[in-house]
């Protein structure tokens, strides 16, 4: 089993060859890896012709994707490190490089995104020179800090300037009450600027009469300038506009990109990053990877219920459940995102759920009432690297209230267990009979998020 270690120093210098990207998520730079590494959890593996980058964040694991020239054989070695574990096989910061990775060994693959850790790339030249009508305000804020300390002095600084550079960091951390996130934070500009002899840091300063009043930190990743480090005395007016400035014009010469990070979802930080006009947002993309299983599901019989196979006849039934905007809110998938020009008709469901089930990445299933009446489905799908699956149900409006969920989905979950090591489940906190039903048919719950719950059952 592969073996994770905490990054050290002395790491860095190994790391750096297989850290070639063509991403300017700020994540991928080095100096982002190692200054957040404590609070990420963040842990290394080399293999043969590879390195291996774990987090631990959400309650698991988050990988990058293998980084070096045998990314099949690092997906591989990841595959049976999670198989062992139990976990779900997530990868974190996923560019469109990774995608057309990861989607070439794995049939299923389900995206997240969260707008509070989206990059904010701005282009190197607005910053520099703050041209044009939009960047009004920025540039007579900057006009008016040279005009007020004329004998400022803007300059890098080197490890002999560590000692004041820190001295400037804890007078700033004094400066206002601090969020336990921002305390962390001042730990971890003290930890990558630790390794400047080991980082191709790039670094800036402003002086006013001999003082240190600012910092800027940074490197560069492709054709992209990442800001590590961005802080100043507010109390000097208009010096956060001329250190972004002058650092951009400075290291931003010949790049096309600065990427001023994330605002972790400050509503301070996100109002001054929108200010300084982004081109673009990043998204730093989280991919659950699922594998494919090939299952034969037996038909499962309840006192009132069948659980069987879909049949053409189904489907017109199936497609007016499938589109039901109100029993669907807490379904989690939205039926549109598959359908690009078709029209969501009984034949493109037919379609959907027979090339799903060719490809063994889920296994819907009709419930009907002894008489033949349709009463919803049911779903395998999700398959883990483990071997699991998770289990989800819906039934019609006309079926609600009668039981009929918590009978089936007991019963569906008892046969799948025959065949797989475990189940999965999840449901929205708004949807208490949905939680209600899950824990009827024997999960327990194992965590929660801001939105779901989430359950195991095992045999």
Aim: proline residues 3%.
């Amino acid at each position: 089993m592969l073996e994770f270690r905490k990054i050290d120093k002395k790491d860095l210098a190994a790391m750096r060859p297989y850290l070639g990207t063509s991403s300017r998520i700020c994540t991928k730079a080095i100096g982002v890896m190692y200054m957040w590494s404590g609070y990420f959890g963040t842990e290394i593996a080399f293999y043969d012709g590879g390195l291996l980058v774990k987090d631990t964040l959400f309650g698991g694991d988050l990988f990058m994707t293998p980084r070096g020239k045998n990314a099949v054989e690092g997906l591989r070695l990841l595959e049976e490190y999670e198989r062992q574990k139990g976990g779900d096989l997530v990868f974190n910061s996923v560019d469109d490089e990774d995608l057309a990775l990861l989607s070439s060994r794995y049939p299923a693959i389900e995206l997240k995104s969260y707008r509070d850790y989206s990059d904010y790339l701005y282009l190197a030249s607005d910053l520099a020179e703050y041209k044009g009508k939009k960047y009004h305000g920025q540039k007579n804020h900057k006009n008016r800090f040279l005009k007020e300390y004329p004998g400022y002095e803007f300059l890098p600084f080197g490890k002999e300037d560590l000692p004041e550079v820190y001295a400037f960091l804890e007078q700033h951390k004094a400066l206002a009450p601090r969020s336990k996130e921002e305390l962390i934070e001042y730990d971890c500009c003290v930890r990558l600027l630790d390794a400047m002899d080991e980082l191709d840091l790039l670094t800036a300063m402003i002086r006013v009469e001999g003082k240190i009043i600012g910092i800027s930190v940074g490197e560069v990743l492709n054709d992209t300038l990442i800001i590590h480090i961005e802080k100043a005395f507010p109390s000097y007016s208009g010096v956060y506009p001329t250190i972004c400035s002058l650092f951009a014009e400075r290291y931003g010469k010949g790049l096309t990109y600065v990427n001023r990070e994330d605002d972790a979802g400050d509503e301070g930080l996100r109002t001054s990053k929108m200010q300084y006009k982004p081109v673009m947002l990043l998204e730093k993309r989280m991919a659950v990877c699922h594998l494919s299983k090939r299952l034969c599901l037996p038909t499962v019989f309840t006192e009132r219920l069948v659980v069987d196979a879909f049949a053409g006849s189904d489907m017109a039934d199936y497609a007016a459940l499938a589109t039901d905007e109100g029993r669907n809110r807490f379904w989690g998938y939205d039926y549109k995102l598959d359908l690009g020009g078709d029209k969501p008709d009984a034949a493109h469901f037919e379609k959907v759920l027979t090339e799903d089930e060719a490809r063994g990445v889920c296994y819907c299933r009709k419930i009907m009432d002894k008489s033949g009446a349709f009463v919803g489905e049911a779903v395998l799908y999700n398959f883990r690297v483990d071997g699991s699956a998770e289990l989800g149900l819906r039934v019609t409006e006309k079926m609600t209230n009668k039981g009929y969920g918590r009978e089936a989905y007991k019963a569906v979950a008892d046969a799948a267990l025959e065949l797989l090591p475990r189940l999965h489940a999840r449901c929205f906190k708004q949807n208490e009979p949905s939680r209600k039903m899950i824990l009827a048919a024997g999960f327990k719950q194992v965590r929660e998020d801001d939105e779901m719950y989430y359950f195991v059952r095992e045999e």
